[in-house]
């Protein structure tokens, strides 16, 4: 069974930065598209940002785009999400997801997000 184990959130500042991670416990067929979730309460939940096991960043939502940075390093089958100038806006229970292509990309709108983390909390005072 593939489990996913996030760590980093935390409270800053409006403008302040944090890095979140994934710990990815093994690479599946079914588990190669990567990507960041995140719900606010009262929200639905949206794609933050997605990219595949070989390193293709497919995905930005629009409002963190120039702000937040998706990566991973294959040698320990983490995935990252810095976060740069953060706003009141982001704060959000944050998620990592791994699953499959739809459309033969990693789209936060497909049906194939299989493992999900437990969520972190990310909050962002103003």
């Known amino acids: 069974q593939v489990q996913l184990v996030e760590s980093g959130g935390g409270s800053v500042q409006a403008g302040g930065s944090l890095r979140l991670s994934c710990a990815v416990s093994?690479?599946?067929?079914?588990?190669?598209?990567r990507g960041w979730f995140r719900q606010a309460p009262g929200a639905k939940r949206e794609g933050v940002a997605t990219?595949?096991?070989?390193?293709?960043?497919?995905y930005y939502a629009d409002s963190v785009k120039g702000r937040f940075t998706i990566s991973q390093d294959s040698a320990t089958n983490t995935l990252y999400l810095q976060m740069n100038g953060l706003k009141p806006e982001d704060t959000a229970t944050y998620y990592c997801?791994?699953?499959?292509?739809?459309?033969?990309?990693?789209?936060?709108?497909?049906?194939?997000?299989?493992?999900w983390g437990q969520g972190t909390q990310v909050t962002v005072s103003s």
């Open positions: 093994q690479n599946t067929r079914d588990n190669r598209c």
């Open positions: 997801a791994a699953g499959w292509f739809t459309g033969g990309t990693c789209s936060p709108l497909g049906n194939y997000w299989y493992y």
């Open positions: 990219i595949t096991l070989f390193g293709r960043t497919d």
